[in-house]
């Protein structure tokens, strides 16, 4: 069993949609969740993290936890074109990154 | 303040071959990690130095592949002989603080491609 599960995708959103990305995490024990995007060729980069159930709102970025359903979201506003990457559900546990095989998200213009 | 820079940025090798991938952390990061992603998987933990020591490498798959973190500065990933499931991409992280998911930088990445 993966650690953590995600849709591969790819996930096809106009611009200015919201995009909503979906995580879900096998150790219910987990207590550190983080959102990271990446674009093709490059590093993955770090978004959002989220510690405590319930949302949690940066800018157009949004991050949602329920410890109970061991579900994590990433909902993205007024979606635009330059969103377009892979987008990384991680938990952070044992001083390591558990990662999701990631969401290819395309924003159309 | 420059970036975790990973060297070759690509590389392709034949089955049976050496290859040594190099990492250089932010500078005055004690903390480095090794990561790889193989086609259609996640990106999993190789291993991890404080300074010089391996602190955890649970993730290393097997003996062929020796990491060395020499002074404790730059490190090197060698995969020897390498096979064709080695493919895939090694991405490097460093970060100041050992506990805590803050202030880890990812590098861009050696693509290793064994044919």
């Known amino acids: 069993q993966k650690e953590v599960e995600q849709n591969s995708g790819p996930l096809s959103v106009p611009e200015g949609a919201i995009a909503s990305l979906n995580c879900t995490y096998s150790?219910?024990?987990?207590?550190?969740f983080f959102w990271y995007r990446q674009y093709s060729g490059k590093s993955p980069e770090l978004i959002m993290s989220?510690?405590?159930?319930g949302d949690k709102e940066d800018g157009r970025f949004t991050a949602q936890l329920n410890k109970a359903s061991q579900y994590v979201s990433l909902l993205i506003r007024d979606s635009q074109p330059s969103d377009s990457a892979t987008y990384l559900c991680?938990?952070?546990?044992?001083?390591?990154?558990?990662f999701g095989s990631g969401t290819k998200l395309n924003v159309k213009p | 303040e420059a970036g975790v820079t990973q060297f070759p940025s690509h590389s392709v090798i034949e089955k049976g071959q050496t290859v040594t991938l190099r990492c250089d952390p932010i500078?005055?990061?004690?903390?480095l990690y090794w990561y790889r992603r193989v086609m259609g998987k996640e990106i999993k933990f190789l291993l991890h130095f404080v300074k010089e020591s391996k602190q955890d490498e649970s993730g290393m798959p097997n003996n062929r592949f020796l990491a060395e973190r020499t002074g404790g500065t730059y490190s090197t990933l060698k995969v020897q002989p390498a096979e064709l499931e080695d493919s895939g991409v090694y991405f490097c992280?460093?970060?100041?603080?050992?506990?805590?998911?803050?202030?880890?930088?990812f590098g861009s990445g050696t693509r290793l491609t064994v044919v």
């Open positions: 989220i510690y405590s159930n």
């Open positions: 500078s005055g990061h004690d903390n």
């Open positions: 150790d219910r024990g987990s207590q550190s």
């Open positions: 991680a938990i952070y546990n044992f001083n390591k990154f558990y």
């Open positions: 992280a460093s970060s100041q603080d050992q506990v805590g998911a803050y202030g880890y930088t």
